[in-house]
């Protein structure tokens, strides 16, 4: 499949190929799609190299950081769902590389109008049906294994699960029209959560992610909207615009209010901010626009977390941590600050040839970390409708700088050490962070052992490293955004020098 190089974007428009049975879609036709997907920013080759493993596509970096586009048969959409570095799916509708706004903001928004009905919506939107029956189906085997088995007593998983599930399935099936609040109302709380969801810096350039509607719509059915034949609904939908960069005359309220009118004109959709069926969005990056249609609810990052702590790490952003320490079968691999136990439930879920184990020296974050172990657990049961094998990890309260473990006996450490603002302090950090690299030396195996960890608190980081040095070798270092704050993942490779012996009976 032909892809443009990374710092753009792969051609946009979605067209027929041969043979395939999609089911919802049209019979004997098979769809390509062009799919976006938010990343956490500085991990966009970490998942172009995952998608290139697991689909077998090349992808794109965007110039705009945070986000990959790959191209891949519809029909491989559920797999497309169970990478493990993307936050948010979105199928690509068409893609501006150089797109010319006018200067004036009435002339910039009216072009902006202008080019809805430019667009070639059908084979997108197919792509969405596509997707939203595929999530039916799975609310339907959920729901027959949860009714199959007996509910475990207490189990609040069970019932959250259910629930989403079926929240799922009314947001998809749900046909009723509800009055809509007028453009412009919105929360600010929402928005500012949103954003950082996407994982967008605002660089004091742009409204990062903010969210407009159209004003009330008609009553008639969707027009070129209307997928299913014999569906007499009207779909519901919102427009959220990201935009950045500080050459553009309007906000990306305005732009989002605006480009949303003319959908709703085009299509006879009817403009809902929460219950929605489609969301449009329109990601504005200095002159690059990119339409696509939102393929996931919600952030794929929270699929292992049920019970979160002050500073719980995204699920996505872990994998890539660990993709990077490159972990090996057999290999053993410590979370010595694990809190709610993000890293390690990750790790021994996408790599549960090695073995893995947590630690922290708050009571609390170790019994967080265990309720999300058995939350997996659990989940795991009923996924596999069968009594669960369980899976490589151990969790330990412990002091991280006397760890129980013994010298040269850790193959990777993969931890995120307090950051100084809402877990621990920036003071504390100049004697913390020497302690911890002195101890995790001690425990890694020389000359092969590798540390990725991340931190906020760089400064403090780059004078723990440089006193370390005859232990700990920077290989790599990846500038991320960490929910708001500019944080740096270090690969550290350890050298064949032997570490201090702190205790005799070691």
């Known amino acids: 499949l032909g892809m443009a190089e990374a710092g753009g974007c792969p051609a946009a428009t979605v067209s027929p190929a041969a043979g395939g049975d999609l089911g919802a879609a049209e019979e004997g036709a098979e769809l390509a799609a062009v799919i976006g997907a938010t990343v956490p920013t500085g991990f966009e080759l970490t998942a172009a190299a995952e998608v290139q493993e697991k689909l077998g596509s090349v992808s794109s970096v965007s110039r705009d950081r945070g986000k990959i586009y790959f191209e891949v048969p519809a029909r491989s959409l559920p797999q497309v769902h169970r990478l493990r570095s993307v936050d948010n799916l979105f199928v690509v509708v068409q893609e501006l590389s150089d797109y010319q706004f006018k200067e004036s903001k009435e002339d910039a928004l009216k072009d902006l109008e202008d080019l809805v009905k430019k667009l070639p919506w059908t084979n997108p939107l197919k792509v969405w049906e596509l997707n939203n029956s595929l999530k039916k189906r799975k609310t339907k085997c959920k729901k027959h294994s949860v009714q199959s088995k007996e509910k475990p007593h207490g189990s609040a998983e069970g019932g959250s699960d259910q629930k989403e599930a079926s929240q799922q399935e009314n947001s998809a099936e749900n046909a009723a029209a509800v009055d809509v609040e007028p453009a412009g109302r919105q929360d600010a709380a929402e928005t500012r959560s949103l954003a950082s969801q996407n994982g967008k810096e605002d660089n004091g350039q742009s409204d990062a992610k903010e969210e407009s509607q159209a004003g009330s719509g008609s009553e008639t059915t969707a ?86 702590g002050p500073t719980t790490l995204r699920s996505t952003l872990a994998y890539g941590m660990l993709r990077l320490c490159d972990p090996q079968p057999t290999d053993i691999i410590v979370d010595p600050m694990c809190g709610t136990g993000a890293i390690p439930i990750e790790g021994a879920t996408e790599w549960p040839s090695c073995y893995h184990i947590a630690g922290d020296n708050n009571s609390q974050a170790v019994k967080r970390a265990a309720n999300n172990i058995c939350s997996l657990l659990k989940k795991n049961e009923k996924e596999e409708s069968s009594s669960s094998l369980g899976i490589p990890l151990d969790i330990i309260q412990w002091d991280i700088c006397n760890l129980p473990l013994r010298t040269g006996s850790v193959d990777v450490i993969v931890t995120d050490m307090p950051f100084g603002k809402r877990m621990g302090s920036k003071k504390k950090n100049w004697d913390l962070y020497p302690a911890c690299l002195m101890e995790m030396g001690r425990i890694c195996t020389p000359g092969t052992g590798r540390a990725v960890l991340l931190t906020q608190d760089k400064k403090c980081f780059a004078k723990a490293l440089s006193r370390m040095g005859h232990i700990w070798r920077k290989a790599q270092t990846v500038w991320v955004n960490v929910g708001g704050l500019h944080a740096a993942v270090y690969l550290l490779r350890r050298t064949w020098e032997r570490a201090e012996e702190k205790r005799s009976f070691w």
């Open 223 to 308: 027009g070129d909207g209307k997928i299913s034949e014999g569906e007499a609904k009207v779909l519901k939908f919102r427009v959220t615009c990201n935009r950045a960069g500080d050459k553009h005359s309007f906000t990306s309220n305005e732009a989002a209010r605006d480009f949303g009118g003319a959908v709703q004109e085009h299509f006879q959709w009817k403009a809902d901010m929460t219950d929605f069926d489609v969301e449009v969005l329109l990601n504005i990056h200095n002159n690059e626009v990119v339409v696509g249609i939102a393929l996931t609810e919600e952030s794929l990052h929270r699929r292992n977390i049920t019970h979160f």
